[in-house]
C-alpha cells in the first residue's frame, strides 16, 4: 500500500523566515510527486516533480525530490502571512490498468506570524 | 478558462439517508477523481471516472458510486450514509487521468 508522511505536522514561524516541509513516500511503482497548498477547501496545485524533473522553482516556492531517499522538500523563502495554510504532499503510481488516484500525506500546517 | 466547480456547498444529511454530490470538471479535461477528506487528514481517493466509466477505486465500500456524464461532469453518489461519512469531498479534474489534477472547492457533507 503506498504511503506518504509528512513531517512536521504544524509549524509556526515569523514572516520573513525560510521555512522547509519534509515529504518521505513509499510507492510501488512512482511517477510524480505533487505539491499542494490548502487554504480553505479546494488543495491548489504548485508543483509536480518526476524521475525528469527533480527541482521546480516559482517565485519564493521551490521543491526537490530524491528519488534515492524517496523523499522531497519544499522550500518556502520570506514567509508572507498569506502563505498561512495546509501543505500536501501527493505521490502519483504508476498503474498498470485503472487509476489508483493520488495517496495523500496529512499535509503541514504552517502559520506564518506577523 | 472555467475551473473545476462543485455543488452544494455544504449538506446536512441523517443516518441511512442517500445523497448525491455534482462536479462540473475544468474545460479541457475529460477525467475526474473523487476525494474523501475528513477533518485533520489528507484527501482519500475514492475513485476516478474517464470516458463515463469508472477507471480505479480506493478503498471505499460499494455504497460509494458514481456517474460521469458525456460533457464529462460527474455525481458522486452515497447511499445508506453513516455518521463517518461526514468529511470535505473534493472532486479534482485532468487530462487522461494522469499528472497535475486540479481541486474543485468541495463539498461539506454533515451526517447526523
Known amino acids: 500500500e503506498d504511503k506518504v508522511v509528512q513531517s512536521p505536522l504544524s509549524l509556526v514561524v515569523h514572516e520573513g523566515d525560510t521555512v522547509t516541509l519534509n515529504c518521505s513516500y513509499e510507492?510501488?511503482?512512482?511517477?510524480?510527486l505533487l505539491w499542494y497548498k490548502q487554504e480553505k477547501k479546494a488543495p491548489t496545485f504548485l508543483f509536480m516533480l518526476?524521475?525528469?524533473?527533480i527541482e521546480k522553482k516559482s517565485g519564493r516556492l521551490s521543491s526537490i525530490l530524491d528519488k534515492k531517499e524517496l523523499s522531497s522538500i519544499l522550500n518556502i523563502t520570506a514567509t508572507q502571512t498569506g502563505d498561512s495554510a495546509i501543505y500536501l504532499c501527493a505521490v502519483e503510481p504508476y498503474s498498470g490498468g485503472g487509476a489508483d488516484g493520488l495517496t495523500f500525506g496529512k499535509g503541514t500546517h504552517l502559520i506564518i506570524q506577523p | 478558462e472555467t475551473g473545476v466547480t462543485q455543488s452544494p456547498t455544504h449538506l446536512i444529511k441523517t443516518r441511512g439517508q442517500q445523497v448525491t454530490l455534482r462536479c462540473s470538471s475544468q474545460?479541457?479535461?475529460?477525467?475526474v477523481s473523487w476525494y474523501q477528506q475528513a477533518l485533520g487528514q489528507g484527501p482519500q481517493f475514492i475513485f476516478q471516472?474517464?470516458?463515463?466509466?469508472?477507471?480505479g477505486r480506493g478503498n471505499f465500500p460499494p455504497r460509494f458510486s458514481g456517474l460521469q456524464f458525456p460533457n464529462y461532469s460527474s455525481e458522486l453518489n452515497v447511499n445508506a450514509l453513516e455518521l463517518d461519512d461526514s468529511a470535505l469531498y473534493l472532486c479534482a479534474s485532468s487530462f487522461g487521468g494522469r499528472g497535475e489534477q486540479f481541486f474543485g472547492p468541495g463539498t461539506r457533507l454533515t451526517v447526523l
Open positions: 471516472y474517464y470516458r463515463e466509466e469508472e477507471n
Open positions: 474545460s479541457g479535461h475529460n477525467t
Open positions: 510507492v510501488t511503482n512512482f511517477r510524480s
Open positions: 518526476t524521475s525528469s524533473g
